[in-house]
Nanobody
């Protein structure tokens, strides 16, 4: 019904940058919230950034000032620009979108499959 596809992960040296993308497709009426999570080996998945339909964003302290989040409503796509990457940013990054698939229905949470980001020291 809905699919979220992440891209842009990879291997980068410490201090480098990457930009992740998350594209939503399928039966979409509206998306009122997007977010990025990450999960490092042996750790719980954590919320690191979110953006509302109005463009308001928030970040976890661990990434504040280094990561930016943006969205393209026309393309149903969200981005995460990651600068000054550190080895501790190594994780699988997941996108989430709260999507309305039918007029009058509630927004449901959908997840991407994840993309690996590895930062070498």
């Amino acid at each position: 019904q809905v699919q979220l596809v992440e891209s842009g992960g990879g291997l980068v040296q410490a201090g480098g940058s990457l930009r992740l993308s998350c594209a939503a497709s399928g039966r979409i009426v509206s998306i009122n919230y997007w977010a990025w999570y990450r999960q490092a080996p042996g750790k719980q998945r954590e919320l690191i950034a979110g953006i509302t339909s109005g463009g308001s964003s928030d970040f976890a302290d661990s990434v504040k000032g280094r990561f930016t989040i943006s969205r393209d409503n026309a393309q149903n796509t969200m981005y995460l620009k990651m600068n000054d990457l550190r080895p501790e940013d190594t994780a699988v990054y997941y996108c989430r979108a709260d999507i309305q698939t039918n007029y009058g229905s509630v927004h449901s949470r959908w997840w991407g499959q994840g993309t690996q980001v590895t930062v070498s020291s």
